[in-house]
């Protein structure tokens, strides 16, 4: 098995796995989260510049914890560091940042207007377009196995995302 530089890949360590089983739930629950003091926001201030006034917040909340999450990534060594690149990563970055505020303004928009059980839940449906990006344009699944079980998915996720825009 050849890794991105040609080189070969080694199977990741227990603590690798540990920390991405880790991460994965901490972002679990925090994003899945998110919501919640919205919800709480815009029922104390009604009207459509709740999203608007939350956001606003919000990006001081992200301002302030992303440098703590920064530089415990780089106290805590589960693998060396990686190359900074500031000056090569500073546009991807910034358009990446753009296009996840722009998502995250639509789904305070999608929770005032459909609710926290409904509304969030729906914006949720990304995983569809990330997952195609992944699959389509990067080639990130190969063989017929892979990529059925990645269109039943994406069957069962537009089906329920359905139900739940019905009957939720």
């Known amino acids: 098995d050849e890794g991105e530089d040609g080189g070969k890949t080694t199977a990741?360590?227990?603590t690798s796995k540990l920390a991405g089983w880790c991460g994965a739930v901490g972002c679990g629950l925090t994003n899945g989260s998110l919501m919640v003091p919205f919800h709480y926001f815009s029922e104390?201030?009604?009207g459509s510049n709740a999203s608007i006034a939350y956001i606003a917040s919000f990006?001081?909340?992200?301002a302030v914890v992303t440098p703590v999450?920064?530089?415990?990534?780089?106290?805590?060594?589960f693998k060396p560091a990686p190359?900074?690149?500031p000056s090569e990563l500073a546009l991807p970055g910034l358009i990446t940042g753009c296009f996840?505020?722009?998502g995250n303004l639509?789904?305070?928009y999608a929770t005032y207007y459909l609710g926290q059980s409904v509304g969030y839940p729906l914006t949720q449906t990304c995983i569809v377009v990330a997952g195609l990006w992944g699959a389509l344009f990067f080639?990130?699944?190969r063989g017929w196995k892979s990529l059925t079980l990645f269109g039943v998915s994406v069957c069962a996720i537009i089906g329920g995302a359905s139900l739940l825009g019905l009957y939720g």
């Open 69 to 77: 999450g920064f530089a415990l990534f780089f106290r805590v060594p």
């Open 59 to 62: 990006a001081i909340g992200v």
């Open 100 to 102: 996840w505020a722009i």
């Open 106 to 108: 639509c789904s305070t």
């Open 83 to 85: 190359p900074l690149r």
């Open 12 to 14: 990741p360590s227990k």
């Open 44 to 46: 104390a201030h009604s």
């Open 139 to 141: 080639g990130e699944l």
